[in-house]
């Protein structure tokens, strides 16, 4: 593990390790086979994008003995759907040895993800999924290379193996502008609670706040004098709590919900229906109104039981500041679709998001001015202040 650069793994594969050097020696690395990947080509079409990335990538992790039976033992990891998740989260991807050649370690992982493909394929199909579909999950969840090589000034890479589960779990899917993720809890730190006129209250649960009523320890925030937890308090006769503001920040202020009056609609950890922006082209409101409608029509036809009250969207382009900084813009027109929840945060997304910059190695001052979106967030930067990623919600009217 030390010698492919891989610094933590689950305990658990020191049991299976011996199994896995074992189909090693016996079969050499299968994951990395060139017949293997033609194979899944033929079936799913799922290397148009990145084919000759993935088959340079075996062709060296064929020659490199220690990274083969690392591969080896990661496919096999990821075939165990007992463990996978809990694998996953005590597993750190290999980074590139001093002298080695970059391109097999970084695209390990990717690689491991082509082993669960056939495998993936079958699950999809059992959910009762178009091969269309089918086909287009297994292809993102290949082509989740696109963000490394995005971020990475066009080296080529693999780092979101986590993310591209969803995918294969069919969990998460791309409906015209938006990817649409199913099955995910509700992340506001709230209780949502709604009356028959149709109005609607969010309850603070969980939060320690500032005294500004944001979430103490935000950049900004981070002064904790004058801080209070939001608690949520039930009784018999209903809730008492504090609400959350039209900018996302908390009401120092209790108030009380009646049972009579006022039922809960989703609570922290809930599923609700999670929205996703890809950086792929306009975020227009005529784009996002045709995926919201599809979404409903392919959610009543596969997955008819989930439930859909709710849909939400963790992210920097929920801070109400961007409807004030880029009021004509297509990315205020999507802020005012939510209502916004405060959340812990370090006020650094745009820097990966809009920059490119996944780490802060960077100064302000050097960043680009080339679309008005940089040139806007550059300069609020400048100004001594942040863009905040914030929970963003609104209620299904259908």
């Not at 609670?193 to 950049?219: C, D, M, P």
């Not at 599923?271 to 005529?286: F, Q, S």
């Not at 916004?340 to 490119?356: A, D, E």
Request: aromatic content about 12%; charged content about 25%; hydrophobic content about 40%.
């Amino acid at each position: 593990m030390a010698r492919v650069g891989c610094t933590r793994y689950p305990q658990r594969w020191d049991r299976l390790f011996e199994k896995a050097m074992d189909r090693y020696d016996r079969e050499g690395c299968f994951a990395a086979d060139a017949a293997f990947l033609d194979g899944l080509e033929e079936r799913y079409g799922c290397f148009a994008k990145h084919g000759a990335i993935y088959r340079a990538a075996a062709a060296q992790v064929r020659q490199e003995e220690d990274l083969g039976r690392f591969l080896t033992l990661l496919s096999m990891a990821l075939a165990d759907q007992t463990h996978k998740w809990e694998d996953l989260r005590a597993f750190t991807r290999p980074h590139t040895p001093a002298g080695k050649t970059p391109l097999g370690y970084e695209m390990v992982t990717g690689l491991a993800l082509c082993s669960q493909l056939d495998g993936a394929a079958a699950h999809l199909r059992k959910l009762g999924l178009p091969e269309s579909v089918v086909r287009q999950n297994l292809t993102l969840a290949v082509n989740s290379a696109d963000t490394y090589i995005r971020t990475h000034k066009g080296q080529p890479g693999f780092d979101l193996l986590n993310w591209a589960q969803l995918y294969l779990e069919g969990k998460l899917f791309w409906i015209d502008r938006l990817e649409i993720e199913l099955f995910g809890g509700f992340e506001g730190r709230a209780a949502v609670f709604t009356n028959q006129e149709g109005k609607w209250v969010a309850l603070a649960r969980g939060i320690t706040l500032h005294k500004s009523g944001y979430a103490l320890g935000s950049v900004h925030y981070e002064d904790p004098e004058g801080s209070w937890t939001g608690e949520l308090t039930e009784t018999a006769e209903g809730w008492e709590g504090y609400p959350y503001l039209e900018n996302g920040a908390v009401s120092g202020e209790k108030c009380f919900l009646s049972r009579k009056d006022w039922e809960l609609l989703v609570d922290r950890g809930d599923p609700v229906i999670r929205l996703h922006i890809p950086p792929t082209g306009p975020l227009t409101p005529e784009l996002v109104d045709r995926t919201l409608y599809r979404t409903e029509q392919f959610l009543k036809t596969y997955f008819p039981d989930h439930p859909r009250a709710v849909y939400t969207c963790a992210s920097w382009l929920m801070d109400p500041q961007l409807e004030t900084l880029l009021p004509r813009s297509n990315i205020g027109a999507f802020g005012r679709r939510f209502a916004k929840l405060t959340i812990p945060n370090n006020g650094r997304s745009v820097f990966n998001f809009v920059f490119h910059k996944p780490d802060m190695d960077f100064s302000i001052e050097e960043l680009p001015e080339t679309t008005k979106l940089e040139k806007v967030l550059k300069h609020h930067y400048l100004d001594g202040k942040a863009i905040y990623a914030m929970v963003g919600f609104f209620i299904n009217k259908e």
